[in-house]
Every structure is written in structure tokens, then in C-alpha cells.
């Protein structure tokens, strides 16, 4: 199952097949305008996850929420969570940016027919 989730390609094409199950079965027409919607919304997911993923990595709240110099300092050595790595990180984004980049197809695709 990791060795899937590890296969980018295979993955997006999970992405686009879900968009398009949600776009048959849950939108209230099945027109160009609610597929490109349900891609928003599935690509926004994806970017907002990686940018937290991204925070949580960083560390970039820690000197805000901190108010003690010597907490921060003790928690220097503390490692980031698992899920945080690079490559897990970019997955996220790599899924959010084709994503969009299908959404910015299908757009442009809409508003050459209509």
C-alpha cells in the first residue's frame, strides 16, 4: 500500500478519478463548471495540508506561542514529527499543483466553449 502511495503518477490518477466519481454521483448537474469546482476544492485540500505540513515542519510558530526564551531553547533538540518529511511534503504539493494545473485546463476548455 506505501508503494502506491509512493507512485505520484498513480496517484494523481486516483485524484482525477475520485474528482471525477464526485462530480458524476454529488454534483447537481454534469457540466464543465462543477467539475472544475470539485478540482478546487480537491487541489485546495491538498495545498492547504502541505502548507500546514510545511508550518508544522518549520517550527515557524514556536517563537510566537513560546513566551519563555528557555523553552525554546530546550525544544531545539526536539525532533519534527515523521509525517513531516521533505519527500511526504512534496507529494502534497505535487498533487495540489497538478491538480490545478487540470482545474486551469478544464477552465480554459470552458471558456472556449462558452
Known amino acids: 500500500m506505501l508503494s502506491f502511495l509512493r507512485n505520484k503518477w498513480l496517484l494523481?490518477?486516483?485524484?482525477v478519478s475520485i474528482s471525477l466519481f464526485l462530480w458524476l454521483f454529488l454534483s447537481p448537474l454534469q457540466n464543465l463548471f462543477h467539475?472544475?469546482?470539485i478540482l478546487f476544492y480537491?487541489?485546495?485540500v491538498?495545498?492547504?495540508?502541505?502548507t500546514i505540513l510545511i508550518v508544522v515542519r518549520g517550527r515557524l510558530l514556536d517563537g510566537i506561542f513560546r513566551?519563555?526564551?528557555e523553552a525554546i531553547h530546550s525544544t531545539d533538540n526536539a525532533s519534527t514529527p515523521p509525517f513531516?518529511?521533505?519527500?511526504?511534503?512534496?507529494?502534497?504539493?505535487f498533487q495540489g499543483a497538478m491538480l490545478g494545473f487540470v482545474m486551469a485546463i478544464s477552465l480554459a476548455v470552458y471558456y472556449q466553449l462558452s
Open 35 to 37: 467539475y472544475i469546482n
Open 84 to 93: 513531516t518529511s521533505a519527500a511526504f511534503i512534496r507529494s502534497f504539493l
Open 67 to 69: 513566551r519563555n526564551k
Open 42 to 44: 480537491l487541489s485546495f
Open 12 to 15: 494523481l490518477a486516483l485524484n
Open 46 to 50: 491538498y495545498i492547504l495540508i502541505a
